[in-house]
């Protein structure tokens, strides 16, 4: 079964820099790698998307290597209100077909 | 810009009864629209994907019976869970994408529902 890998939980203090990791073994050839954050009792919100290499915005980075089996979310300087779930999603290949997955999450908590 | 409503926030409602979710894309057209459901501390699980004007795909396990999915324009989707028991209690969040940019989805609000 297809998948992503993501820890489960991370914690940080302000003001440094988070880096997330997640795994996509199966990942299609020609699809995006998109991360998103998500508070509480709210919908996800798009943070940053990539192919591959490094895209940088002016909230996150997102390092992809070469061969795009894995992505990496940097949050420079993390501030308490960056406390949240971080999801990657990309598409995997399953049973001969594309299916965008979700990743399972990873929780940042920043301390002060 | 990429606004994506949902009504209502919240419902409260008996076992039996049939409830409506709407899915609003507020300042874009969305040819696909995603819906779906989350459980406490876990990950958002895909229930169906709809495309304007046709059926909607369902994904493995989701009965196309009980939740209705509707996606009559380019700008409006709603689920209908219908027959609701308190199994059916969840956070049901819908998505929308422009064409061809699936992996680019831009989220409602979410709806948390609760069947007594």
């Known amino acids: 079964l297809a998948k992503t890998t993501q820890p489960i939980s991370m914690d940080s203090y302000e003001g440094q820099e988070v880096n997330i990791t997640c795994s996509h073994n199966n990942i299609a050839t020609n699809d995006y790698i998109t991360w998103y954050q998500q508070f509480p009792s709210q919908g996800p919100r798009f943070i940053i998307q990539?192919?591959?290499t490094k895209v940088t915005n002016e909230v996150a980075s997102l390092f992809i290597p070469a061969d795009r089996k894995s992505s990496t979310l940097s949050l420079p300087r993390v501030s308490l209100s960056d406390t949240a779930v971080y999801y990657c999603l990309v598409a995997l290949v399953s049973g001969g077909y594309n299916k965008l997955i979700f990743g399972a999450g990873t929780r940042l908590a920043v301390h002060p | 810009g990429a606004v994506v409503s949902q009504h209502p926030s919240r419902v409260i409602c008996k076992s039996g009864t049939s409830v409506k979710i709407e899915c609003r894309s507020l300042d874009f057209q969305a040819t696909t629209m995603f819906w779906y459901r989350q459980f406490p501390k876990k990950s958002l699980m895909l229930m169906a994907t709809s495309n304007e004007g046709s059926k909607a795909t369902y994904e493995q396990g989701v009965e196309k019976d009980k939740f209705l999915i509707n996606h009559a324009s380019l700008t409006l989707s709603t689920l209908t869970v219908t027959s609701a028991h308190p199994e059916d209690s969840s956070f049901y969040i819908c998505s929308a994408s422009l064409a061809g940019d699936q992996e680019t989805q831009y989220f409602g609000p979410g709806t948390r529902l609760l069947v007594l």
């Open positions: 990539g192919y591959k």
